[in-house]
C-alpha cells in the first residue's frame, strides 16, 4: 500500500498552509528533534489586529539555548495562555465566528498544563486538525528510530520516512534548494513539492488583506466555511 509522509517542525498556531500540507498526506511528523531556532515560527504566529499584522508569541526559556532540540524547549510564563486568549478575544470578537468557536479554544488556553513546546504545539494542532476536518495521523519524530547523527539532511529524511512505512514523501517548496532529489529516486521514494500559490480571499477583518497569518483569523472569519478558502479540499 502507498503511504505518503512530510515531515516539519511544529509550529504554534500555524498558517493554513502548513494545514493543507498536513491534509495531503498520511503523516505529518514532527520533527522536533532538531535544534530550535529563535524569532521563528516555533513558538509564534500571526493575528490581524486594527494596526495590522501582530505577533502572538509563547514565552519561552530560549536564552543562551542555541543548541537546543525543540522537543526541550520548556515555557517561562504559565500564565501566558489567559493572556493569548484575551488577546484573541480583543481582536476576534467582532469575527462572525468567533463565538463558535470561543469555548473550544477557551478550554485550549486555560486547561493547558503542558510545560514543554513541543507539547503545547502538538495539542493546538489536533484541535485545529479537528476544527478543519483533517484525520491526517500526528506523530512526532522522537517515536521514531532512525539515523540521527547522518550529516547529510537528505539521508536523515529517507530513513525517517522509511522508518515510518512511507512510499511518498511531501515537501515543502524551499526544500528545493537543498533537497537530493536523485537520492530519494534511488531510494524508490517519490518526491513531490507543495505549491502554495491560488489562495483565494475570504472575509478578513482590518484590510488590506494579508494570507501570511494564523489559521485562526481563517477559522474566526468563516468557520465551517473555512476549508472552502484551503487548497487541499478542493
Request: proline share 6%; aromatic share 12%; net charge neutral.
Amino acid at each position: 500500500m502507498s503511504k505518503r509522509v512530510a515531515v516539519v517542525q511544529s509550529s504554534y498556531i500555524p498558517w493554513k498552509g502548513y494545514f493543507d500540507l498536513m491534509n495531503r498526506v498520511d503523516e505529518l511528523i514532527l520533527f522536533d528533534d532538531v535544534q530550535y531556532t529563535r524569532r521563528d515560527w516555533r513558538n509564534r504566529n500571526r493575528i490581524k489586529t486594527p494596526r495590522g499584522p501582530a505577533w502572538l508569541s509563547i514565552p519561552v526559556q530560549a536564552k543562551g539555548n542555541y543548541l537546543t532540540a525543540i522537543k526541550d524547549i520548556t515555557l517561562s510564563d504559565p500564565a501566558w495562555g489567559r493572556r493569548h486568549l484575551d488577546i484573541l478575544a480583543v481582536n476576534y470578537r467582532p469575527a462572525r465566528h468567533f463565538k463558535t468557536y470561543e469555548e473550544l479554544f477557551a478550554e485550549l488556553y486555560l486547561c493547558n498544563r503542558d510545560t514543554h513546546l513541543s507539547a503545547v504545539n502538538r495539542r493546538f494542532l489536533a484541535a485545529l486538525c479537528g476544527v478543519l476536518g483533517i484525520d491526517t495521523k500526528l506523530t512526532f519524530s522522537m517515536e521514531y528510530s532512525f539515523d540521527r547523527a547522518e550529516p547529510d539532511r537528505t539521508k536523515r529524511l529517507i530513513d525517517l520516512c522509511r522508518r515510518a512505512g512511507a512510499t511518498a514523501y511531501l515537501s515543502g517548496p524551499t526544500a528545493r534548494n537543498y533537497m537530493d532529489e536523485e537520492l530519494f529516486a534511488r531510494e524508490g521514494l517519490e518526491l513531490s513539492y507543495m505549491d502554495y500559490s491560488g489562495y483565494p480571499e475570504y472575509h478578513q477583518l482590518h484590510p488590506p488583506f494579508e494570507h501570511a497569518v494564523s489559521i485562526l483569523d481563517l477559522i474566526f472569519n468563516e468557520g465551517p466555511d473555512a476549508p472552502k478558502y484551503m487548497l487541499s479540499f478542493r
